[in-house]
């Protein structure tokens, strides 16, 4: 696996979530080899494995299975 194909399928990935409506911008580094997308809007995560062991998989996370979700805006405010 080479730095070229981890960088195309981040690519891959990232415009798979936009795709989902999800507002995710820049890769977060988790170490080992590990990169996350954040949406800021429904905070759902999609995580990429560049050496993954056989039992994991390269891409996983909720991010790029369902469509984002915008958060709801409540009207009021609960003061107490
Ligand atoms: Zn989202």
């Known amino acids: 696996m080479g730095i070229l194909s981890i960088l195309e399928l981040m690519e891959e990935t990232k415009n798979t979530v936009l795709s989902r409506g999800h507002n995710v911008k820049n ?33 996983g996370g909720e991010a790029v299975a369902v469509n984002c979700v915008k958060p709801v805006k409540e009207k009021k405010l609960r003061k107490k």
């Open 27 to 59: 890769w977060l580094v988790l170490g080992n080899n590990c990169y996350a997308l954040e949406c800021a809007d429904c905070k759902k995560t999609v995580m990429i494995k560049e050496n993954p062991l056989p039992n994991e998989i390269k891409v």
